[in-house]
Antibody
Framework: QLQLQESGPGLVRPSETLSLTCTVS??????????WGWIRQPPGKGLEWIGSVYYSGSPFYSPSLRSRVTLSVDTSKNQFSLRLTSVTAADTAVYYCARAPHQHFDFWGQGILVTVSS | QSVLTQPPSVSGAPGQRVTVSCTGSSSNIGAGFDVYWYQKLPGTAPKLLIYGDNNRPSGVPDRFSGSKFGTSASLAITGLQAEDEADYYC????????????FGTGTKVSVL
């Protein structure tokens, strides 16, 4: 059974960089059938797509976050990662990684809460 | 701000039928892009309920169904059960701004 697990610091200082990794198990991140994505949910708010990436690269990003986001893939570790620069309190959220077989997300990680605070 | 608009809340008694609407535009739902629906329970990851407008993944009860017409889509829950109380989100693709995925604003379904 495919599993995704987010990892990274739960607390990030304002203006610094948020870095998260998603480890995929039970399947290969190098499958040609899937993209891999990040989605977040701020407290009390809705879901927001951050970006998606193919195993060979070719990331694409939310227009509202494009200037601050970088997604990357490490096929040797079966992982993909998120970097979000210049964070503010508005970036406080539960961050999810997920598999994207088409234009949707079918398997999700459990999520990780990241708080931006000094 | 999401380009897919959902009502903040809907409610129904056990056994009733409720619908959740998702209103988009000509650059997303109206352009023919597929609509997807997710169920979100507190403290858990979203669960895919409907893909490709009206298809259910294995394991999703047939009480859940999706439809699409013009620039809008709907999720129907028939035979409402207490366990259906959750947040529901629609999702699609928008072709503006070089293309991006978009989630709806979310709807809280309450079972009275």
């Amino acid at each position: 059974q495919l599993q995704l697990q987010e990892s990274g610091p739960g607390l990030v200082r304002p203006s610094e960089t948020l870095s998260l990794t998603c480890t995929v198990s039970g399947g290969s991140i190098s499958s040609s059938n899937y993209y891999w994505g990040w989605i977040r949910q701020p407290p009390g708010k809705g879901l927001e797509w951050i970006g998606s990436v193919y195993y060979s690269g070719s990331p694409f990003y939310s227009p509202s976050l494009r200037s601050r986001v970088t997604l990357s893939v490490d096929t040797s570790k079966n992982q993909f990662s998120l970097r979000l620069t210049s964070v503010t309190a508005a970036d406080t959220a539960v961050y999810y990684c997920a598999r994207a077989p088409h234009q949707h997300f079918d398997f999700w990680g459990q999520g990780i809460l990241v708080t931006v605070s000094s | 701000q999401s380009v897919l608009t959902q009502p903040p809340s809907v409610s129904g008694a056990p056994g009733q039928r409720v619908t959740v609407s998702c209103t988009g535009s000509s650059s997303n739902i109206g352009a023919g892009f597929d609509v997807y629906w997710y169920q979100k329970l507190p403290g858990t990851a979203p669960k895919l309920l409907i893909y490709g407008d009206n298809n259910r993944p294995s394991g999703v009860p047939d009480r859940f169904s999706g439809s699409k017409f013009g620039t809008s889509a709907s999720l129907a829950i028939t035979g409402l059960q207490a366990e259906d109380e959750a947040d529901y989100y629609c999702q699609s693709y928008d072709s503006s701004l070089n293309g991006y995925f978009v989630f709806g604003t979310g709807t809280k379904v309450s079972v009275l």
